[in-house]
């Protein structure tokens, strides 16, 4: 079927149909389109102990994710999809994380189901609500609109989560960057500490 054409105005583009393999026991997308990396250098200001940070860019810059994305346009109506890699890893005592952001489009919400690995998605609000829901393999997610998200890896492998978010939802990093998360992710003696 074609896709409807408004009179006097050229016919969209219609999208085709594609299919990809993404494999689920090892969390790997076949044919990203693109993927971005982000290093510890990628962290500044997002770690509580910012010289535990600074080492460990002078020990190698490690990669702390990859995020594995196909190209969707970022429209209403299509559904973005990737596969998020958070390797495992301290920062001082604290687990590796992704950024965080809220949705520009703030009342879009988001699935991530976890594929791989252990740690926690932190959510928050604007007025600093705060929960913390773990992450495990077959385990998902649903952050709801107006949640700020961002995934933890509290194991020793790396935690691969496949997530699905409206077109329009788009990435709000700098609330995020100022505000901070209420509560952070620690191993202390051995064990998880979530303060
Ligand atoms: C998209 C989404 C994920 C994250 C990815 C990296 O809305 O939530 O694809 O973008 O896990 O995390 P950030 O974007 O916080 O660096
Ligand atoms: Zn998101």
Same mark, same amino acid.
């Given at each position: 079927m074609a896709a409807k054409k408004a009179a006097g105005t050229a016919a969209p583009q219609l999208m085709m149909p594609w299919s990809i393999d993404i494999d689920? *026991?090892?969390? *790997?997308?076949?044919?990203?389109d693109r993927v971005l990396v982000r290093r510890a250098s990628d962290?500044?200001?997002?770690?509580?102990d910012e010289a535990a940070l600074q080492r460990l860019i002078a020990q190698g810059d490690p990669v702390h994710y990859e995020v594995f994305e196909k190209?969707?346009?970022?429209?209403?109506g299509q559904l973005p999809l990737c596969i998020s890699k958070l390797y495992p890893g301290r920062v001082g005592e604290e687990c590796f994380m992704t950024k965080g952001h809220y949705h520009t489009v703030s009342g879009t919400a988001e699935i991530y189901l976890c594929i791989r690995g252990q740690g926690y998605m932190v959510l928050k609000t604007a007025d600093s609500k705060c929960v913390a829901e773990p992450m495990k393999r077959n385990r998902m997610v649903y952050v709801p609109p107006h949640w700020a998200h961002r995934s933890v890896n509290t194991g020793a492998e790396p935690l691969i989560s496949f997530c699905v978010y409206p077109?329009?939802?788009?990435?709000?990093?700098g609330d995020i960057a100022t505000e901070g998360f209420p509560k952070r992710v620690f191993i202390r003696g051995g064990k998880e500490v979530i303060e």
């Open positions: 689920l *026991v090892d969390g *790997v997308m076949r044919e990203p962290m500044k200001g997002y770690y509580k190209h969707i346009p970022e429209q209403p077109g329009d939802a788009g990435h709000n990093y």
